[in-house]
């Protein structure tokens, strides 16, 4: 493969539009089989997706141009299927299994283009906001967040001369490098790329995802970006997300339709999938909740990911409950995703080393950290906490509560009202970075 010099990409191009998005699978997995079941299942739900930025002190409106920036999504918007993207995901084999992807919904992908967007302005921010059918508003979700956080990247490098750019990716990539070593000591280590939403960039993320892949051997168990599955001979990796249940909930006409929401969209999942794509995500309205009120088979489930508790503390509620459920944990797999690091990484291997299996999922802090590679602190390469979510369903407004109050989105009435319904237990307030 052809190796890009990251720092001569960056000061060189001169060119008016150097899109970001440009490919319908650069994006991630997990979105792909979830936009599956909703074209099988909900495909006259309607569901807005908006644009959340928790890190309040950063400015998006005024750190990015608003023309450039919807040049950028208005390219995305002209982005389709190409002729090798689609025999691939045809052809391809995801978790063991052929033909993973029917081929009508194949079919209709391959027409796919994302819908139109609102954008203005608000208070220094942006509010970007996608309405439509669920089936075609969701794939908005990962290359908004990817525009975003590359076009603030280039912003903040904009002024810098070539010289300074090639220290900053040297700095950049040895610290990188360090993490690598130290991950290598980790036997039985399973690591897989999940930072395409905040990443620095395209470029950058590739360059992390080849080195991985050279650095840790085997242990690198794939991305979830799938666009870098298909290029670099990787496995495509991720299961499902809160806009699941978030979306069932919202839809709920009774209390009992609410509480069962969790565990419809299981159901719906196991429909289409199996084996380890029998991923649990918990968290949306409360683990302990989920836990409390959760039926016998989700006990068989392949394993959890805890995503918003601290991972020990989340690991070892989840380690309970197989136990109590009869379940033994040692067959059982964690995936731990929520803004791990190296440190966490490490930390978390060894405390549950031998009890059970475990996954890490290494987002952000693998494609955006820049921090200290700078010859100067600049802020606009320091990552911020940001997401794009569903915000209403068919009109009515969607809510997640998460384990970590930081994480909460939706109405503030609304949230109140699922906290009632769902309970606070076990909830904690962390500062969120990424």
């Known amino acids: 493969m052809t190796k890009t010099d990251i720092a001569s990409r960056v000061y060189n191009h001169t060119w008016k539009l150097d899109p970001i998005i440009r490919s319908l699978i650069d994006t991630d ?32 409106a005024e750190e990015i141009d608003e023309g450039a920036l919807r ?50 302005k608000h208070d220094g921010q942006y509010e970007l906001t996608f309405h439509g059918k669920w089936m075609d508003t969701t794939m908005w979700e990962i290359p908004a967040l990817a525009i975003i956080n590359e076009m603030r ?31 290598r000591t980790l036997p039985g280590l399973r690591i897989s790329d999940f930072g395409t939403r905040r990443r620095h960039s395209f470029l950058w993320q590739r360059w992390c995802v080849e080195a991985l892949k050279e650095g840790i051997g085997p242990a690198f168990t794939g991305t979830s970006n799938v666009l870098l599955a298909m290029d670099s001979d990787l496995e495509a990796v991720g299961t499902n997300a809160h806009e699941l249940p978030m979306v069932a909930a919202a839809l709920a006409n009774s209390d009992e339709e609410l509480r069962a929401a969790p565990y419809q969209v299981l159901k719906d999942w196991n429909r289409l999938y199996h084996g380890n794509l029998l991923i649990v995500l918990p968290d949306a309205y409360g683990t302990a909740a989920f836990l409390r009120d959760a039926p016998d088979w989700v006990a068989d489930w392949t394993g959890f990911r805890p995503d918003s508790a601290p991972p020990i503390e989340g690991g070892e509620k989840i380690i309970e409950w197989w136990k109590k459920m009869g379940r033994d944990p040692k067959e059982k797999l964690l995936i731990f995703s929520d803004g791990m690091d190296v440190e966490a990484i490490v930390d978390t291997y060894r405390h549950f080393e031998g009890r059970v299996r475990m996954s890490f999922g290494w987002g952000t802090n693998l494609t955006n950290d820049f921090s200290g590679c700078a010859p100067k602190e ?57």
């Open 29 to 60: 997995f997990y979105k792909l089989l979830m936009l599956q079941m909703i074209w099988k299942l909900y495909p006259e739900v309607n569901a807005t997706f908006s644009l959340i930025n928790r890190t309040t002190r950063v400015k998006l």
């Open 153 to 183: 990247s280039r912003a903040a490098m904009r002024s810098l001369g070539y010289f300074t750019l090639d220290v900053l990716y040297a700095r950049a990539k040895a610290k990188m490098w360090e993490k690598v070593e130290r991950l």
């Open 378 to 434: 600049i802020d606009g390469l320091k990552p911020i906490s940001i997401v794009c979510k569903v915000s209403d369903a068919n009109g009515r407004p969607a809510v997640k509560l998460s384990d970590n109050p930081q994480k909460a989105t939706g109405e503030p009435a609304e949230v109140e009202r699922y906290l009632k319904f769902f309970g606070q237990e076990d909830r904690v307030d962390q500062a969120v970075f990424v």
């Open 71 to 120: 040049e950028q999504l208005d390219h995305a918007r002209t982005v389709s299927l190409s002729k090798k993207e689609m025999i691939w995901l045809a052809g391809n084999t995801f978790y063991g299994r052929k033909q993973i992807f029917e081929p009508e919904f194949l079919n209709w992908l391959s027409t796919y283009k994302l819908p139109e967007y609102e954008l203005s």
